[in-house]
Structures are given as structure tokens and as C-alpha cells.
């Protein structure tokens, strides 16, 4: 499996509900980063959250990590149809012999509904 | 603000044809990189460039060559396509190093080789 892993793969909701998705990986890291990616588009950055910190907010959005597990959480709140995407977690973790890789996870399909 | 400007949008190949991706960005970048996208694996990092001149290779280079003669200016090509390289691509830029903030990626190649 990928350093980074979304959980679940699909979530379809009702808007107005929350939305929380989650993201493991394996090994240590530096920063762990969420992207969001509409059909047919580029990703569009949401939040970095570093190794020292444990909780981020911005606008709807609170991405938790918890380090002694390896995970990290992002809860979308009050969600409306414009967030229907699909959303990724990228680790930047230190690589053997030296330099950073980022490793995406294979991303969250969030569907929701009116 | 254009940000990162990919071209051409949409390709079809034929098997051993060869072509050229063209990324731009007006930022202001050091750092520049390729992605390709592929369903259920997540991005893998094809190539990247530290700064003007440089190049280095990725997670998954065999097949691709880049040049980075302008710093504005990222280039990806394919010199004999192959239908595995059939993907999504992504140029990518960042203002910092070794992947401690975000990436602003452009809008995406769609490549079919046949």
C-alpha cells in the first residue's frame, strides 16, 4: 500500500452535512498537505499542517494530524454541492541518501447531494 | 494571474510518435515538476527541476525527458509514445524547496497514446 491512503475512497452526502475523510501513512513526515481536485482540473491546495502541529482551521475546513498514529483527518463542515470533488493528501516525508519526497494518496470521491 | 498554464489540453498519439508538453508559470517559481495521474494510483512524480537549467528525475522518468531552459518554462516530452503512457499529466510549481509548501499545479494534459 501507499505511504499516503484516503479513507474512504467515496462519500456521498446530503449538503448542509459535514464531511470527514481521512488520510494514514507509514512513515514519518515532515508536513502532510490536502488537495483538492474538481472533474477534468489541476489540484488546488486547502491546508498544509506540519509534524509539530496537531490541529489546522481554515474557513470550513479543520484538518487534524495525530503523529503517534500516522493520520490525519480533514472535516469539511456544512458542505455544499461546489465542494463535490475529490480530494487528496500528499505526505512530504525525508527519503534514504538524503532530499524530501511527496507522495500522494489515491484521493476521496465526495459527492454531495441536494 | 495566469498561475501555471499547460498546453495542449487534450493529445491522441499514435504508438512512436513523439510530442512536447509546455508548462509556463508567471510566479516567479524556483521549483517546477511533472506528475502524471493515473486512475487508483494517486500522482507519481515523473521529473522535476530545482531551478533554470536544472533537471532531475522522479518517481517514474523511463520514457520522458524535460528541459528547464527558461525558468518560466518546464518542458515534458515523449520522444517514442507508448499506450502505457496514456495519463493525465500535471506541470506543478513552488516557491520553496523539498516540497515544505504548496504546490500550485495546472489545469492538466489529457494524453491517450493508441
Known amino acids: 500500500s501507499q505511504q499516503g491512503e484516503e479513507d474512504p475512497q467515496a462519500l456521498s452526502i446530503q449538503e448542509g452535512e459535514n464531511a470527514t475523510m481521512n488520510c494514514s501513512y507509514k512513515?514519518?513526515?515532515?508536513?502532510l498537505q490536502w488537495y483538492r481536485q474538481n472533474s477534468g482540473r489541476g489540484l488546488v491546495h486547502l491546508i498544509l499542517i506540519r509534524s509539530n502541529e496537531r490541529e489546522k482551521h481554515s474557513g470550513r475546513l479543520r484538518v487534524t494530524l495525530d503523529t503517534s498514529k500516522k493520520s490525519s483527518s480533514l472535516l469539511i463542515t456544512a458542505s455544499r454541492a461546489a465542494d463535490t470533488a475529490s480530494y487528496f493528501c500528499a505526505t512530504d516525508a525525508p527519503e534514504k541518501g538524503g532530499g524530501n519526497k511527496l507522495t500522494f494518496g489515491t484521493g476521496t470521491q465526495l459527492k454531495v447531494e441536494l | 494571474n495566469a498561475g501555471v498554464t499547460q498546453t495542449p489540453k487534450f493529445r491522441v498519439l499514435k504508438t512512436g510518435q513523439s510530442m512536447t508538453l509546455l508548462c509556463a508559470q508567471d510566479?516567479?517559481?524556483?521549483?517546477m515538476y511533472w506528475y502524471r495521474q493515473d486512475p487508483g494510483m494517486g500522482l507519481r512524480l515523473i521529473h522535476y527541476s530545482v531551478g533554470e537549467g536544472t533537471t532531475a528525475k522522479g518517481e517514474v522518468p523511463d520514457g520522458y525527458n524535460v528541459s528547464r531552459l527558461k525558468k518560466q518554462n518546464f518542458l515534458l516530452g515523449l520522444e517514442s509514445a507508448a499506450p502505457s503512457q496514456t495519463s493525465v499529466y500535471f506541470c506543478a510549481s513552488s516557491y520553496d524547496r523539498f516540497f515544505r509548501e504548496k504546490l500550485f499545479f495546472g489545469s492538466g494534459t489529457q494524453l491517450s497514446v493508441l
Open positions: 512513515t514519518s513526515i515532515n508536513n
Open positions: 510566479m516567479n517559481h524556483e521549483y
